[in-house]
Structures are given as structure tokens and as C-alpha cells.
């Protein structure tokens, strides 16, 4: 029967026949005891499924559809939702395995990187030495208390797809161990559906997926190229985005690097949700969940908006991952070599009833800057001055309610005024070549000419990154020393640890006589995230002493507002991604007007009305009126083919060669002119000269009056309406 999201009784896993990645699920369905369940069915049983009924990037050859009508598409979800059924808890140790096996593990495997499967290997067996059967650990068993966890599940499931690709010995101790699992057998047998425990068939799956990775395999910079790193700032998990977001960050850098591509400029754009910190932790606590589970949740939720809206990453990934400790961690030991870090005691606001130091977001009160009374203790969302809690006029612990007191605590300061020439150095560098949008330089000179501040990058919370110190590791980072390295550990969880090539291109391609390329970073952000990008981010990477990418180009928009207001998600104010893709309004002409509406110079506003009307004239009596009007012409006239200007060449028609002479030379200067704009990322006045080529296509086919020439010079006719096709 074919499978209708709205009519599942059961969990539903769409899979090929075989798939080796596919008994991940079924056997993680096993080991949660939930496998009465599942059902299993072969792709062609769910064909009438529609585009939109499947998760974002959804490769259509692996999906479970669950009966709440939700899909996904990645196979180690599947295999964490089957495994959690049973009330199965995933440990940190294991959860180091899965990430280990996503980032690795698999990517060696199906790339077939013999040298990348012998070290991954290697790290294995160390870690199963002496007899140690599972990857799982003591706290992570099931309530059942079976062994088998799902690091285990993943891990040995993929080594299975390298025997089948002959990359991994069969003999690997962990993989026989995995493999005398009967439930192990159970589920490739599930898999096989008709054709049960096929490894001929298992093996041809296999290398169809290898071959699929090697032609996806991630860009690095290439010498004698044009190489553009660009990222758009990363988005909190712990909310659905607005309009406004979406406009501010990803849409723009979207439609930037659509137009690199189409330059044939080597570009990658990452990006992915920002997880950590205490607007993580404050939501959590009022959803009643894991600070895990509610990154998992809306991590989903931006990935089907920003899919939806049809936003093209190269990777958009998380920042809670092994990547990202490793680097925050080590940029952090080198500003500490380097002389940049210091440790202060300060007095920091203290809950008595919740027995615990409050983070910057945990406090709220009347800013003193601008007298706004729901002031965040890091942030004053009225006049976006940045703050520390004890400045804050009346606070209150957000959490209990509570008036704080103050006590003594220790913590790591990044000293910024050791900092300050060398920053303002690169940033005279940077921004000299024009490629700084004013707004940014704006608020990028007013700090320093206020001259810059010791800033604290340690906070006391648990959803973070540890800090690697003595008397410091209760303690995480702050997430805006944090945050934007989250850019660097999704670049390298897009090309693994060759993310060296696009952010210390001198140190991976260097060398003796090595040709390094050169790589441009450009940035895409709202106004209230450019002293992070510009101060912050910078003077980390300068006080490090490394050979870092840096930023040379950034794209900051003012704020969208909607009708007379902010958009609010709690009062229900504003159109948020999800509600977008509701109203059945085709996502292209949400691009466009966000688009057309950018606030490149200063605030704008989305409105209902002149959402209505942009429609109306500029894509439907424009642009969708000189596409109808050309196509309609050449299927009555010439039979849907488009018939070329050489009959009229050949004719010698000096008067249709002067005509098109004239529309091509202004249809050129427009499109010059667009180039110009987008290359200076001034995308609402590229889409507003993009526009004006539809304008005088229109003006062309009434200026020629095509209709009328058809009659008299069908040679004629037939250059006119070619050029209208271009």
C-alpha cells in the first residue's frame, strides 16, 4: 500500500532493500524493544508522497515517517528516536561515538579513504582494548539492561557497509564482536525485506551511497581561484525564526552565494543553530526538558524553515560538537600562552533560593542606559547596549523571581586593551577596501574609540564548553567568545579536519614551495551581532598568534520590523518560517519581497498590503507578464520553438540589427550594473536592476510590436522574440 503521512498507523522506515544504513534503525527498534512498531517498506510503496512531506535534505532513499506525520531523513535520528522508545538514555561518552562516527567514521567508509578507515580503526581498537565488548558505558545501559547502545549500533553498522566496500577487515575485533549479536542478523534480515540477507545486494546499496559521497565531496579552496568562505551569524536554537531573521542572515547569504556559484567563484557557505548557553538553559527549564532535547527539537525546526525557504548550505550543522571543543579550547590555551587571558574575582549576582551564581540571562531588570524594564542581564533589547548583570536597575532572577545578591566568584577575562592596536590595525586593513557596510564601521569605531574593555568569556552554567583550567572546569565559555568559532567546527564538520584549508589555508597548503590560495570570508548578520564579528571574534584570532582566515567583507542589515512593531513569537506579533510556509504562498515570493525590502540603510517593515501589491505589479505584472506574454507568442507563432535571430541575419535587416543592438546593449548595462550591486552585497538594488530587465523586455516587445511584424516579417519576428528569450 503506498504511505500517507496523514493515514501512518505505524512508524513507517522507507528503505531500499539492503541498506546497510537502514539496520541501523530496525536494529536500534530491537534493542528498545519497540520493533512491533515499525514497518518497513521499499521506496516505490511511498512514491505518492509529495515533495513537502519529507525533512529538509531528505536523500528520498531513507526516511521513517512517524504518525504524527513528521518525516526524517537522517539515519542516525531515526536510529536515536527507535532507541529512545524504549526509554533508553544516550551518555555523553556515547553521544562522543555517534558524533565520532557521523564526522570520521562514515565519511572514510563510503568516501573509500583506505589511509582515513586504517586511523579511524586504530582509534577504535584502543578504546575496545582488554576485552571491552561496547562502545556504552555504565550509565548509559537500558532499563532492560542490555549492553548494546546506539554508539554501538551506528558504529557497527557502518564498519558492516566497510566490509562490504572491502575498506574494513571483517576480523576488526569490534566488528566480530558486533556482528555475533544475534539481533545484529534480525535486523539485516529485516532490511533484506523480500530479499532477506542479500550481501551481493547489501554491497551494490553500499557502493551507490560511496559513489553519491565521492561526487558531493566538500570543496577546499583551490589555488589561482577565486575562494569564498561565507557564513551567516549563527541563529538561536531556542526559538522559530522570523522574517526578520531569515532576511538578516541566512536569505541574504543565500542569495550571495547563489550568485558566486553562478559566477563559478569556489564557494562554501556554513552555517547552523547556536546551542549553547543560558537562553538554552532558560528554555529548557520552562519546556521541562534536556537542554539535548530541546536542541534537537528546534535544530529540526530551522532546518525545514531554511529548507522550505529554499536556502542552499554547503553545511549547516550544530555547535555542540567534538570539533567545536577541541578548537574553542585550544584558541583558548594560546590567548593564555600569548599573555591575553587574566583571571579576576568580581562580584557576580547570587540566588539564595536556587543556591547558585546567575548567568548574564538568568537576571532582568531596567537598563540604565535607556530606562527599558525587561532588560536582559548581558543585553538591553531596547537600545542594544551591552551590559553586565550588576549594572541592571531592580533585578530579578528570571528563574525564581527573587531579588539577587551579590557575591564573589572568579572567572577568565580576554584582555581587549592588550589588543586594541593590533585589532584596529586589521580592521583599517579590512575595512579599507569599502566592503564594510556603514552600519557595521559605525558601531565597530564607536567601540573603539570608547577604547576597548577587559570582557569575561567565562560563565557559570553547564550547556557549554568546558574551560580547560584549574579551578575554572565547573565553569563554560561565554557563548560569545564560543558562538562564532562554531563557524570554523561546522566548516570542519562539513570537510573534517580539512578545515585547515579554508581557515589557516598558509598552514595546511604550506609547505615547501607550497601554493597557497588565497580565501575570502565574508559575513552576513543583523546590526546587534556586529561588535562579536568585529571586535570579539578578531582579537581572538589575533591574540592567538595563528595564521587565520579572517574577515575581509560583512553584510550587516538594520532591523525588519513588522507593520508598526517588533516581532514577538510570545504575543503572537510577526510571521515566523513556519507560518510562511502555511499561508500556501508560493516561498518565491516570500524570497522576493524579503528580498526587496532588505533594510540595507535603515529599518523597514513588512507589511500585509505591500506584500499584496509587490506581487501584483512587479512579479505578476512585470516579470510574470513578459514571461507569458514571450512563451504565449512563441507557441502560437513558431510552435514552442524559439527560432534564433539568424533568418533575420541572413536577410541583412540593418533596421532589426539596430533594434537589437540597442535592447542588447541596455539589457548589458543592466546586467553589468547587477553585478556590480551583488558583488558589493547591495542585494535590494541587484534585485531592483534585475527587475528593470523584465521592465524593458515589456517595453521591447510593445516598442516592436512583434504582433504586428509577424504579419509582414516573420524573419524579423523571429529575432525579436529570440531576444526577448535572450
Known amino acids: 500500500d503506498s504511505v500517507f503521512p496523514d493515514r501512518i498507523m505505524a512508524t513507517t522506515l522507507v528503505t531500499r532493500p539492503c541498506d546497510p544504513a537502514a539496520a541501523k534503525v530496525v536494529l536500534s527498534a530491537m534493542v528498545s524493544g519497540s520493533l512491533s512498531a515499525l514497518k518497513i517498506v521499499e521506496p516505490s510503496k511511498s512514491k505518492k508522497l509529495a515533495d513537502e512531506d519529507y525533512a529538509p535534505f531528505s536523500s528520498r532513499t531513507i526516511s521513517l515517517l512517524l504518525e504524527s506525520g513528521t518525516v526524517l531523513s537522517d539515519v542516525n535520528a531515526m536510529a536515536r528516536y527507535m532507541y529512545g522508545i524504549g526509554g533508553n538514555v544516550v551518555s555523553l561518552s556515547e553521544e562522543t561515538w555517534i558524533e565520532w562516527e557521523e564526522s570520521v567514521l562514515r565519511p572514510a567508509v563510503y568516501g573509500r579513504d583506505a589511509g582515513a578507515v586504517a586511523s579511524a580503526l586504530e582509534a577504535l581498537a584502543r578504546e575496545t582494548a582488554g576485552g571491552t565488548a561496547y562502545l556504552s558505558k555504565s550509565e548509559s545501559k537500558s532499563p532492560s539492561g542490555l549492553d548494546l547502545s546506539l554508539a554501538?549500533?551506528?558504529?557497527?553498522?557502518?564498519?558492516?557497509?566497510?566490509?562490504?566496500?572491502?575498506?574494513?577487515?571483517?576480523?576488526?575485533?569490534?566488528?566480530?564482536?558486533?556482528?555475533?549479536?544475534?539481533?545484529?542478523?534480525?535486523?539485516?534480515?529485516?532490511?533484506?525485506?523480500?530479499?532477506?540477507?542479500?550481501?551481493?545486494?547489501?554491497?551494490?546499496?553500499?557502493?551507490?551511497?560511496?559513489?553519491?559521497?565521492?561526487?558531493?565531496?566538500?570543496?577546499?579552496?583551490?589555488?589561482?581561484?577565486?575562494?569564498?568562505?561565507?557564513?551567516?551569524?549563527?541563529?538561536?536554537?531556542?526559538?522559530?525564526?522570523?522574517?526578520?531573521?531569515?532576511?538578516?542572515?541566512?536569505?541574504?547569504?543565500?542569495?550571495?552565494?547563489?550568485?558566486?556559484?553562478?559566477?563559478?567563484?569556489?564557494?562554501?557557505?556554513?552555517?547552523?543553530?547556536?546551542?549553547?548557553?543560558?537562553?538554552?538553559?532558560?528554555?529548557?527549564?520552562?519546556?521541562?526538558?534536556?537542554?539535548?532535547?530541546?536542541?534537537?527539537?528546534?535544530?529540526?525546526?530551522?532546518?525545514?524553515?531554511?529548507?522550505?525557504?529554499?536556502?542552499?548550505?554547503?553545511?549547516?550543522?550544530?555547535?555542540?560538537?567534538?570539533?567545536?571543543?577541541?578548537?574553542?579550547?585550544?584558541?583558548?590555551?594560546?590567548?593564555?600562552?600569548?599573555?591575553?587571558l587574566e583571571e579576576k574575582t568580581i562580584e557576580q549576582l547570587y540566588s539564595e533560593p536556587l543556591k547558585k551564581f546567575l548567568a548574564d540571562r538568568y537576571v532582568t531588570g531596567t537598563c540604565p542606559k535607556c530606562g527599558y524594564e525587561d532588560a536582559r542581564g548581558d543585553q538591553c533589547d531596547g537600545c542594544g547596549t551591552l551590559l553586565n548583570p550588576t549594572e541592571l536597575l531592580v533585578p530579578k532572577c528570571a528563574l525564581s523571581g527573587s531579588t539577587p545578591v551579590l557575591k564573589s566568584t572568579n572567572h577568565v577575562f580576554l584582555n581587549l586593551p592588550l589588543l586594541q592596536e593590533e585589532l584596529g590595525a586589521y580592521i583599517e586593513r579590512a575595512s579599507g577596501g569599502g566592503d564594510w557596510s556603514g552600519n557595521c564601521m559605525s558601531v565597530t569605531k564607536a567601540w573603539l574609540d570608547q577604547g576597548l574593555k577587559s570582557r569575561c568569556i567565562s560563565r557559570d552554567l553547564k550547556w557549554g564548553s568546558p574551560v580547560p583550567l584549574d579551578g575554572f572546569r565547573e565553569k563554560v565559555f561565554y557563548v560569545w567568545f564560543d558562538a562564532p568559532i562554531g563557524y570554523i567546527s561546522i566548516t570542519a564538520g562539513y570537510c573534517g579536519d580539512d578545515w585547515k584549508a579554508w581557515w589557516k589555508p598558509a598552514e595546511y597548503f604550506g609547505g615547501e614551495g607550497g601554493d597557497v590560495p588565497e580565501v575570502e570570508m565574508t559575513q552576513f548578520m543583523g546590526k546587534d551581532n556586529v561588535p562579536f564579528h568585529t571586535i570579539i571574534f578578531p582579537a581572538c584570532q589575533i591574540g592567538t598568534k595563528e595564521p587565520w582566515t579572517m574577515m575581509s567583507s560583512i553584510s550587516v542589515t538594520e532591523y525588519l520590523n513588522y507593520e508598526d512593531g517588533k516581532f514577538s513569537k510570545s504575543r503572537g506579533v510577526g510571521v515566523f518560517g513556519n507560518d510562511a510556509k502555511e499561508t500556501g504562498i508560493p516561498v518565491e515570493v516570500w524570497r522576493y519581497y524579503l528580498l526587496s525590502m532588505r533594510p540595507e540603510n535603515a529599518d523597514s517593515a513588512f507589511q500585509w498590503d505591500d506584500f499584496a501589491a509587490k506581487n501584483n505589479a512587479d512579479l505578476n505584472d512585470n516579470l510574470g507578464n513578459f514571461i507569458n506574454r514571450t512563451l504565449k507568442f512563441v507557441f502560437a507563432r513558431f510552435g514552442g520553438v524559439v527560432p534564433g535571430v539568424e533568418a533575420a541575419a541572413a536577410a541583412g535587416n540593418a533596421h532589426v540589427a539596430k533594434v537589437l543592438e540597442e535592447y542588447g546593449n541596455k539589457v548589458a548595462d543592466l546586467v553589468r550594473e547587477y553585478n556590480v550591486l551583488m558583488e558589493a552585497k547591495k542585494m535590494r538594488q541587484a534585485l531592483f536592476t534585475a527587475m528593470q530587465v523584465s521592465k524593458a523586455g515589456n517595453l521591447f516587445f510593445q516598442e516592436t510590436e512583434i504582433w504586428k511584424v509577424i504579419k509582414e516579417d516573420e524573419a524579423a519576428a523571429a529575432a525579436y522574440i529570440s531576444a526577448c528569450f535572450g
Open 152 to 340: 554501538d549500533v551506528v558504529v557497527g553498522c557502518t564498519l558492516r557497509a566497510g566490509v562490504l566496500l572491502g575498506v574494513v577487515d571483517a576480523e576488526h575485533t569490534f566488528y566480530k564482536r558486533f556482528m555475533d549479536d544475534a539481533r545484529v542478523a534480525g535486523a539485516i534480515e529485516a532490511v533484506g525485506l523480500f530479499k532477506g540477507d542479500d550481501a551481493a545486494e547489501a554491497a551494490a546499496v553500499a557502493r551507490m551511497d560511496a559513489a553519491e559521497q565521492t561526487a558531493r565531496a566538500p570543496k577546499l579552496p583551490v589555488p589561482g581561484q577565486r575562494n569564498i568562505l561565507i557564513t551567516s551569524a549563527l541563529p538561536y536554537v531556542n526559538n522559530v525564526p522570523h522574517l526578520g531573521n531569515i532576511i538578516g542572515c541566512v536569505l541574504s547569504a543565500d542569495v550571495y552565494a547563489r550568485f558566486c556559484r553562478a559566477r563559478g567563484y569556489n564557494c562554501v557557505y556554513v552555517c547552523g543553530t547556536d546551542e549553547y548557553g543560558t537562553a538554552t538553559e532558560t528554555r529548557a527549564i520552562e519546556e521541562g526538558v534536556t537542554c539535548q532535547a530541546l536542541c534537537d527539537k528546534y535544530n529540526a525546526i530551522h532546518r525545514e524553515i531554511y529548507a522550505w525557504f529554499g536556502i542552499e548550505f554547503d553545511n549547516f550543522g550544530r555547535t555542540p560538537s567534538r570539533y567545536q571543543t577541541e578548537i574553542a579550547q585550544d584558541m583558548f590555551r594560546r590567548l593564555r600562552e600569548n599573555g591575553f
